[in-house]
């Protein structure tokens, strides 16, 4: 049992059966040293899923997001903010020189002067030189009026969000366009095509109407050269009591008849009312009777 033990000690020691943490801690910190911090975030953050307790991988975070929020163009607070986060508990993992030099540095960059002239008095129980450093910085620091945000794929989340929300709330602007310009064509048309059956049917009447009328005003040229026989008035245009022809309105339907002769004529639609003796006269189109108004 104790040879099978050790051979399994040895065997888990090899480089074979080397733990992904320190895999990707080492990948991690090539991606660092060769300023490739978005991808050694990646790495270090799966070291810290793996063992929260990795005082490198803590300090690799602290160090990678200090350079994304500060890339001496522009300086921004909230990676910043990260960085600090990483490195305090880098510092209480294993407070070593460089993870409580960058640690005053990003204290320094957001504005914590004292904070960072405190983490410079630790530093200068562990590292003399670097300590140094971060005092002459703390020294030259001039607080700036603003900070100018600087925008990275750490920051963009909200960002990005707001983009895609207006961009979704664009496009959905562009299709009710869309569906209002082909409601309005679709109104359109149908404006147009019902003036032209209305403009058809206009005709049709017209050419009804005129022909009626043409049929009439040949009605009444007929009785005008050959009228029928009944008691006829003294004169033309008198009537047998001699009351002069002066028209006549029909009190039904307010239709003004025309004098013609002793009969009338239409005004609405040129029919000819020929006379029937003293009591009326003759609807010469339906040969319906009416008295005279």
Same mark, same amino acid.
């Not at 000690?9 to 060769?34: C, I, M, T, V, Y």
């Given at each position: 049992?104790?040879?099978?033990?050790?051979?399994?000690?040895?065997?888990?020691?090899?480089?074979?059966?080397?733990?992904?943490?320190?895999?990707?801690?080492?990948?991690?910190?090539?991606?660092?040293?060769?300023?490739?911090?978005d991808k050694a975030v990646q790495l270090f953050t799966r070291v810290v899923k793996i063992n929260p307790a990795n005082a490198e991988a803590q300090k690799g975070l602290g160090i990678a997001f200090f350079h994304l929020g500060d890339n001496r163009v522009a300086i921004?607070?909230?990676?910043?903010?990260?960085?600090?986060?990483?490195?305090?508990?880098?510092?209480?993992?294993?407070?070593?020189?460089?993870?409580?030099?960058?640690?005053?540095?990003?204290?320094?960059?957001?504005?914590?002067?004292?904070?960072?002239?405190?983490?410079?008095?630790?530093?200068?129980?562990?590292?003399?030189?670097?300590?140094?450093?971060?005092?002459?910085?703390?020294?030259?620091?001039?607080?700036? *009026? #603003?900070?100018?945000?600087? =925008?990275?794929?750490?920051?963009?989340?909200?960002? !990005?969000?707001?983009?895609? $929300? &207006? %961009?979704?709330?664009?496009?959905?602007?562009?299709?009710?366009?869309?569906?209002?310009?082909?409601?309005?064509?679709?109104?359109? *048309? #149908?404006?147009?095509?019902? =003036?032209?059956?209305?403009?058809?049917?206009?005709? !049709?009447?017209?050419?009804? $109407? &005129? %022909?009626?009328?043409?049929?009439?005003?040949?009605?009444?040229?007929?009785?005008?050269?050959?009228?029928?026989?009944?008691?006829?008035?003294?004169?033309?245009?008198?009537?047998?009591?001699?009351?002069?022809?002066?028209?006549?309105?029909?009190?039904?339907?307010?239709?003004?008849?025309?004098?013609?002769?002793?009969?009338?004529i239409g005004t609405r639609d040129g029919t000819y009312y020929e006379p029937a003796g003293p009591a009326g006269v003759i609807n010469t189109r339906t040969g319906e009777f009416m008295p005279r108004y």
């Open positions: 049992m104790k040879t099978l033990s050790i051979i399994a000690l040895l065997l888990f020691a090899s480089p074979l059966f080397a733990a992904p943490e320190d895999d990707f801690l080492k990948l991690g910190k090539e991606r660092l040293n060769s300023g490739k911090y921004n607070p909230e990676v910043l903010g990260k960085s600090v986060v990483f490195l305090l508990e880098a510092a209480r993992l294993s407070p070593e020189s460089d993870t409580l030099y960058y640690l005053g540095l990003a204290l320094l960059d957001l504005g914590y002067k004292d904070d960072s002239a405190q983490v410079c008095d630790v530093l200068q129980t562990v590292d003399a030189e670097k300590a140094n450093l971060l005092s002459s910085k703390i020294a030259a620091f001039k607080e700036p *009026e #603003q900070y100018i945000y600087l =925008r990275n794929e750490h920051n963009l989340n909200e960002e !990005r969000k707001e983009y895609l $929300e &207006a %961009a979704e709330e664009q496009q959905r602007q562009e299709q009710l366009r869309n569906e209002q310009a082909k409601l309005a064509k679709a109104r359109a *048309e #149908q404006q147009v095509r019902q =003036r032209m059956i209305a403009a058809i049917e206009d005709a !049709r009447r017209a050419a009804e $109407e &005129a %022909a009626y009328r043409a049929r009439n005003a040949e009605i009444a040229a007929q009785h005008a050269e050959s009228p029928r026989e009944y008691k006829r008035s003294p004169s033309p245009g008198l009537f047998d009591d001699g009351r002069y022809n002066r028209g006549a309105i029909n009190p039904r339907t307010g239709e003004y008849y025309a004098p013609a002769g002793r009969g009338y």
